[in-house]
Each structure stands twice: as C-alpha cells, then as structure tokens.
C-alpha cells in the first residue's frame, strides 16, 4: 500500500497508531471505555461557557475521541461523525445536505435500503431523487438541475459491483455547486481515499470491515471542510451516538484492518479466479479481475480489493440455486459480509433498477470471502457447483 495524505506514515501503520495516547490512560495501551451522561463542571461559569472538554455523554467521549480522531487520520477529511448502523450513516450524510425542494441524484446500483430512505423518507420530505446510471461520469452535469444539492455515488455498485469514476463526477458535481457524497463501505478508507478522489461526505457501515468481527452495528461518515459544520449540525440536532462499548469494539477491529483486508483481497482473488473457470459460471463481477469492465479505472484509483464479489450462474431454476447454497458447509447465508467469515446469498438485481436495465441470463450469488483457508472453500464450492449441475 502506498503513502497518502499528509501523515509522515504509511496506512498500516496510521491504523496501529492513530488515535492512542497510552500516556495519557497510564501507559495502557488501548482506551478505555468510558461509559457516562452526565458530565460535571466545577463552576457555573464552566457549566453555562462549555469550558470543558465534554459536556454531555452524547456529545462525545475519551472513547468516541480516540475512534474519531483516527479515523479522521485515516479518511484525510476535517471531522468524523459516529452513527448506530452503515444505514443511519447514508441518512444522516443525505440529511445533512438535502432539504425540502432540493434534487438528489442517486447511483442506480446502490443498495437497496438506501433507495428505500430516498422513495419513502425523503420522498415525504419534500426532496426529489433521479436515479442515474453508474457510467456517465462526467456527463453527469447533463442530468442535474438547479435545485441539484448532492450526488450520490456507491463504487464498486451494490450487488453488481460497477465502478464509477469518481474523479469527474466530483469535478462535473463541485463546478455546479453541489455536494459528493459516496457509501466507501466496499474498500473502507483504507483502499480509496475518497476525500482525495474529491467526495464531500465519505461514508462507511463500520459493521462490515472496521468491526470485522461480525458482532457490531456502526456507520461513520468523515467530511471535508466544505461539510463539517453541515455534518456536525444534522448529527447532533438528530441526537445520534454510539454505545461505547461498540466503539472499543470498533477501535479494536481498526488496528487489524490492514491485515485482515490484505487476506480477504488475496483470498477473493483467488476464489474469483477459480470460479471464473468453472463452466457452471458464466461470470464473475469482481473489478480486481483484469476481465471486469470497471478494472482500470479501479486499477487507476483504488489501492485494493476487499472480498467482496458476485458471481452469474449459468441458466437453472431456483431449485438448483437452493441446492447449491443449502448444502454449503464454510458459507453462511447472511445478509451481512466484512466479518471474518465466509458468506453467499442469492440476489436479484434486476427488479430494483429504474435507471439502468440488469438482466442476467442465470442465477446470481453475492459471495464474500473470509478468513478462512482458500483451499477449504474452493472445495465447498466445488461441491456446491456439483449439486447446483445435477439439479439443473
């Protein structure tokens, strides 16, 4: 991974030690977890001039500090906002910068709760959303209008993992005054640094990656100057924190992230490779792999791959595609993925585009891949592909 940013280190170790004053907690290591409400100041001058630190548990923490604090470092941007979910994380952005009468334009390959929030939620608001194909690039100022405040962009694309390009959409959005805001879950901070590719809000499910471990629930948004006040006023005026018991969990997950990402893109790689010479697949989405149509520019802009893909069957009824998966012995079948396990589940792009038209010839499985070993789960696999042809 290379340097970036203004820090005198190199990402790994940025992770490690982002965010620790170990001589502050008494030559401990990690911080603690600081769990409270109240906050006392010493005189009523203090109290009514906010002259202290903290003032409120929901305004912040030594814990929430040393999360925020690193990932700031890590991100590039001016402030960091804690959330309950990756979902809360993608309203709590939109809210920030959206009000009644503005125009949102949103990637047609995000993920679907976010569609969800921009049909029902804002809809009531009184905010209007097109939804855009995720290759127009630049040509995205011929879709905006006055009342464009922010475009929404997901690279690689939920399910189908289109990559878009950043960099002129961003440079199309800014010269129209409005705002970049982008779901960076895929690759985390750590593989794209959105504020540098020129995104406004960058947001992340800390669920996946950042907590790695299957046994958190947090969101994370970073903005850049432009959005900081505009960030910090919707976080606080919606009453948003976090459990600080979910923060540890989160900080802990943070000083493995590297490593961890480092297998789980050798690992999808390698299963991705493997599947794509299977007959029984008639593709593989992955933008790592040379073949995929988005590789260059992820090649151009990301410093990696997470293990996250899907895959296109070749055609077979749904009983086939359930005898594939149900007998499945190391891949779980959950909706979640950026754990340490391995996990596949059948989807259905087509039904939730409007923009753009999705029609696969067969089935299609999100796979992720996790820590385990690659040779268990190709053999998982194989097996998997061996009922799924019989059964076709």
């Not at 939730?352 to 820590?371: C, D």
Request: one cysteine or more; proline letters at 6%; aromatic letters at 8%.
């Amino acid at each position: 991974m290379t340097r970036h940013g203004d820090t005198p280190f190199g990402p790994l170790t940025s992770l490690v030690h982002a965010g620790r004053d170990p001589a502050a907690q008494h030559g401990f290591v990690n911080p603690p977890i600081v769990r409270g409400s109240t906050v006392l100041s010493p005189t009523v001058a203090d109290l009514e001039g906010h002259t202290g630190r903290y003032t409120y548990g929901r305004r912040g923490s030594p814990t929430v500090d040393a999360l925020t604090d690193a990932l700031n470092e890590i991100e590039g941007g001016a402030h960091v906002a804690l959330v309950p979910s990756g979902l809360n994380a993608v309203t709590t952005a939109l809210l920030a910068v959206l009000g009644a009468g503005d125009h949102l334009l949103m990637v047609d390959t995000v993920y679907q709760p976010t569609r969800h929030f921009c049909d029902t939620f804002l809809k009531r608001m009184g905010v209007a959303t097109s939804y855009y194909d995720p290759h127009v690039g630049a040509d995205i100022s011929d879709l905006m209008r006055p009342e464009t405040k922010a475009v929404f962009v997901e690279s690689p694309g939920s399910l189908t993992f289109e990559v878009q390009d950043v960099p002129a959409i961003a440079g199309a959005v800014h010269a129209r005054g409005a705002a970049v805001i982008m779901d960076n879950t895929w690759a985390t901070p750590l593989l794209f640094r959105a504020h540098d590719h020129g995104v406004d809000l960058s947001l992340t499910a800390g669920t996946k990656y950042l907590g790695g471990h299957a046994d958190l629930l947090l969101g994370t948004i970073s903005a850049n100057a432009a959005y900081a006040g505009a960030l910090k006023h919707a976080h606080g005026a919606l009453g948003l924190c976090v459990g600080p018991e979910d923060v540890f969990l989160a900080l802990r997950g943070l000083r493995t992230l590297g490593v961890r990402l480092a297998h789980h893109q050798a690992a999808g790689l390698r299963v991705a490779r493997w599947l794509a010479s299977r007959p029984e697949v008639a593709r593989v989405m992955h933008p790592a792999l040379e073949t995929d149509p988005g590789h260059e520019l992820w090649k151009r802009d990301f410093q990696g791959a997470s293990g996250l893909f899907a895959i296109e069957l070749t055609p077979g009824p749904k009983a086939a595609v359930a005898a594939f998966l149900d007998g499945l012995k190391l891949f779980g079948l959950g909706y979640s993925w950026g754990g340490f396990e391995s996990l596949a589940i059948p989807f259905e792009a087509g039904p939730i585009r409007t923009a753009t038209r999705w029609s696969p010839l067969g089935p299609t499985i999100r796979i992720h891949i996790g820590l385990e070993e690659v040779e268990d789960l190709i053999a998982d696999l194989d097996a998997g592909l061996a009922r799924y042809a019989a059964a076709r």
